[in-house]
Nanobody, 122 residues
Framework: QVQLVESGGGLVQTGGSLRLSCAAS????????MGWFRQAPGKERIFVAT????????YYADSVKGRFTISRDNAKTTVYLQMNSLKPEDTAVYYC???????????????WGQGTQVTVSS
């Protein structure tokens, strides 16, 4: 079992930056690919970014490409999402998740955190 806890969310102005963290406990995440998803009010949870277990491969949603960067520190069992040039449409609850491959489909992720709120004011 892998437990995931997100942190780092908050309120930021348009154009600002935030770094989200996802700390894992229980089983190691070194064998898992990790992903970030987000869910805005009244909308479905959607893919944001994913990174392979070794960190050498990553994919991003088109809406965040060039602005967000996913990274991981397996020694610290932590995954990060650096978010720059934030826009009001980035407002959502952000979730991290663990899977056995680099997927964009949420149904292929086995473990989920509880989420952290990110609000971008205009």
């Amino acid at each position: 079992q892998v437990q995931l806890v997100e942190s780092g969310g908050g309120l930021v102005q348009t154009g600002g930056s935030l770094r989200l963290s996802c700390a894992a406990s229980g089983r190691t995440i070194s064998g898992y690919a990790m992903g970030w998803f987000r869910q805005a009010p009244g909308k479905e949870r959607i893919f944001v970014a994913t990174i392979s277990w070794g960190g050498g491969t990553s994919y991003y949603a088109d809406s965040v490409k060039g602005r967000f960067t996913i990274s991981r520190d397996n020694a610290k069992t932590t995954v990060y999402l650096q978010m720059n040039s934030l826009k009001p449409e980035d407002t959502a609850v952000y979730y991290c998740a663990a899977s056995h491959g680099v997927y964009s489909l949420s149904s292929l992720y086995n473990y989920w955190g509880q989420g952290t709120q990110v609000t971008v004011s205009s």
